[in-house]
């Protein structure tokens, strides 16, 4: 009994003496864990680095801006929208209700608050939301963009190193300004900046209290306290902040009872990000590009949240896009289009139009068949070589080296006339002949253009204009090889600025949120690449082209007529009789502006009506309506009068031919398979006033009434008394009814345009 009652004893005690030895044993331990967490702590410590103040880099968006401070692109981190400012931008109100939110110590703690480590976790005991975090403003920020969030004890103790160093070696202004321009507040705004934009609509500096409030309650959980989640908490939330701001006398007790809930921004739909869309998104992909050979790195695009200002004028920009939109509209879906203009003056960039998709094919920047716009460049070649605009040469067929044969579209002849004569009629056999006239021939117009500003090489073409022999063929002359709308802009430019070529940029000024300076373009003096005298030549050889090319002069509704220099040009789809690319380029002194019309996959040119487009239709209403648009309001600006080249200046006189033989037909549609006359309505009529047309016939002029004389306009009446249908002067006397001239002071026999 007594043995039995012993060993039940023995067996009761059993578990107290193990409970005491583990007791025993924990307590020994409990230092030895201790020290081994000092001794952790410590040599962490030692070993970390702490960057410098300014060493790391967030992630910011830039925006790109017009010549007039309006927002043309975003460039956005995958992260969301940030821009960071200095601590002295930040109100007092926001760093006040930080600190009551989020680190009510944090004037004096270390980078480590054990009363708010003992807060947050009685908050956690009690279930009390807004008891704040045990983790201090330094702790939060070195998480953030240091240690990163992984769960374990070596990042927890690298965490509390670095904090605790940060704050030894930062200053509390730049620890709390880093922290505001990290933290993430929910809209897809990281950064208190860009988070007062996107709940109150308003800039930093212009916070109220009680918004301040608001911002700071919502670091804590911004998926759960933004106002438009749940407001009833976002309430609760607010009133903690404030009640913690009069805790800590950023805030006294009747400011605080004045403050009502602020009013917040409805949640904006970013799925869209429209301003990267369409033709501002092809800016933006320019912009990148020019930014990198400016020497301004990704990094330094993607975390200074840069202001881009460019050089794009945004009255110049809407007209060119809104003409690319317009005269396309109710075209076949398949027509592209692509403009450029750029300021003769400075090189600058004013409009660029290549298309809509942002993130697509860019027609303004793609290599296109030029067509006859390309004989420019022969004639500012002829003209250094002493070779006069009153040149004459043969329009008849060429037979050209190698048994090619040369002709003008539809059988298009000048008899011979002089350069200026031929390059308005757009004679491809006259201006074959000036080539091979030139020293150098077709090498010397290639090396001609690329003076003026048609690029050596872009994209995946190393050498452009020649031949893998390095040589140009004879083709050069009409347009033969690709080239961009970009460099057309830019070549016919220098000749607006009497033969000095300035480099086309789109970027003027760059600076880093903070307000450095990292670029800013000084005035371009530019190169002189031809003589005043030879690119004023051509300027004067090119005057009569707009006019002459369907009536697209340029016209200003204050000032009136508005001279230019332009050429079309239209470049064939094989031997299908059909064009695949159509052209017009000009400038006034002001402005240079290219326009190609096209397709994306290089097929036939067909307006909606099944005819065909060629350089003088589409593509001249689109250059007539971005030049008119971009300069309206403008002074009349003239070219200068040229001076003498090979002994002439100017244009010469060319004396009527004394034959004709038409070569044009006509339709009654609104845009036939050959260009409209100046001065005639859609269906051929000549317009004398808006409504009263006169049929346009042929054959000469019976004695009374309204005669076409060799298909011209004159309105003779048997008495001498024509005059031409729309212009000044007076028709020709006799039966002939008249020659006339149209609204444009030209004689309105058919002349085929290109």
């Not at 952790?40 to 030692?46: E, N, Q, R, S, V």
């Not at 993607?302 to 809407?318: A, E, N």
């Not at 016919?492 to 760059?510: D, M, N, W």
């Amino acid at each position: 009994m007594t043995s039995s009652k012993g060993a039940a004893t023995s067996d009761k005690s059993t578990p107290v003496k193990a409970a005491a030895w583990v007791l025993g044993l924990l307590a020994g331990a409990v230092p030895l864990v201790a020290v081994a967490v000092v001794v952790a702590f410590l040599f962490t410590y030692l070993t970390v680095d702490v960057p410098s103040p300014g060493d790391l880099k967030q992630n910011q968006v830039a925006t790109i801006m017009n010549s007039k401070g309006g927002t043309i692109a975003r460039i956005v981190p995958p992260e969301g929208n940030r821009t960071d400012v200095k601590y002295e931008d930040i109100p007092a109100s926001m760093i006040d209700a930080v600190k009551a939110a989020e680190d009510r110590d944090f004037d004096s703690n270390t980078g480590f608050s054990t009363s708010g480590f003992t807060r947050a976790a009685l908050g956690k005991v009690f279930g009390r939301e807004g008891a704040g975090g045990g983790s201090t403003i330094t702790q939060q920020y070195v998480k953030k963009t240091i240690v990163g969030d992984e769960v374990s004890y070596k990042r927890k103790f690298k965490e509390l190193a670095i904090a605790t160093k940060m704050s030894r070696q930062w200053s509390k202004e730049e620890i709390m300004a880093a922290y505001l321009n990290t933290i993430y507040f929910g809209r897809g705004a990281y950064g208190v900046d860009a988070a007062a934009k996107a709940y109150f609509n308003k800039s930093l500096k212009k916070l109220t209290v009680a918004e301040s409030a608001l911002l700071a309650g919502v670091i804590r959980g911004p998926s759960i306290y933004d106002p438009a989640v749940n407001p009833e908490l976002a309430v609760s939330r607010w009133e903690y902040v404030l009640n913690g701001m009069v805790s800590t006398g950023a805030l006294s007790q009747s400011d605080r009872a004045a403050q009502k809930f602020p009013d917040v921004a409805k949640v904006k739909d970013d799925t869209s990000s429209s301003e990267n869309d369409g033709p501002n998104g092809l800016i933006k992909r320019q912009v990148l590009a020019e930014l990198e050979e400016l020497g301004i790195s990704e990094q330094e695009v993607q975390t200074s949240g840069l202001k881009i200002t460019t050089s794009i004028d945004p009255k110049m920009q809407k007209a060119a896009v809104s003409a690319s939109r317009g005269k396309l509209d109710g075209e076949p879906k398949k027509l592209r289009t692509a403009s450029v203009s750029i300021d003769p003056a400075t090189g600058g960039v004013k409009a660029y139009y290549g298309g809509e998709d942002g993130s697509g094919w860019d027609y303004a920047s793609a290599g296109l068949q030029t067509g006859s716009i390309f004989k420019v460049f022969a004639l500012v070649a002829g003209l250094e070589q002493d070779i006069p605009l009153s040149q004459r040469y043969s329009s008849d067929p060429y037979q050209a080296p190698g048994g090619l044969t040369v002709e003008n579209s539809d059988g298009e002849s000048c008899g011979t006339c002089n350069l200026a004569t031929a390059l308005k009629m757009s004679l491809n056999t006259v201006y074959y002949r000036l080539m091979m006239d030139l020293n150098g021939q077709a090498d010397a117009v290639a090396k001609t253009a690329h003076s003026l500003g048609i690029a050596e090489s872009f994209g995946s073409i190393k050498h452009t204009l020649q031949e893998s022999n390095g040589h140009s063929e004879g083709g050069v002359v009409l347009g033969q090889y690709p080239s961009r709308v970009l460099d057309m802009a830019s070549a016919y430019a220098t000749l607006a600025a009497s033969g000095i070529y300035r480099k086309p940029y789109f970027v003027e000024k760059v600076e880093t949120s903070t307000g450095d300076v990292l670029f800013e373009r000084e005035k371009d003096k530019g190169k002189r690449v031809v003589s005043a005298a030879v690119a004023d030549n051509v300027t004067a050889a090119m005057e009569p082209i707009a006019a002459y090319s369907n009536g697209n002069s340029l016209y200003d509704s204050t000032y009136g007529a508005r001279p230019s220099a332009a050429k079309t040009g239209t470049a064939q789809l094989g031997d299908t009789g059909d064009n695949k690319d159509a052209w017009m380029a000009g400038y006034t002194p002001q402005l240079s502006t290219a326009t190609w019309v096209g397709t994306d996959k290089g097929t036939a040119l067909r307006n909606y009506a099944g005819s065909m487009i060629y350089g003088s239709g589409l593509p001249a209403q689109i250059w007539k309506s971005v030049m008119d648009g971009a300069l309206e309001g403008q002074p009349i600006e003239q070219f200068p009068t040229p001076d003498a080249v090979g002994g002439q200046a100017g244009v010469p006189y060319e004396p009527p031919p004394t034959t004709y033989t038409p070569t044009d037909t006509y339709e009654t549609t609104r845009q036939r398979s050959r260009p409209r006359l100046p001065g005639t309505n859609d269906n051929g009529d000549i317009v004398v006033a808006p409504g009263v047309t006169i049929p346009l016939g042929g054959g000469d002029g019976p004695t009374q009434g309204n005669g076409n004389g060799n298909g011209g306009t004159g309105n003779g009446d048997g008495t001498g008394n024509g005059d031409g249908t729309g212009g000044t002067d007076n028709g020709d006397t006799g039966n002939t009814g008249g020659r006339g001239t149209n609204l444009y002071g030209q004689s309105t026999r058919p002349v085929p345009t290109r």
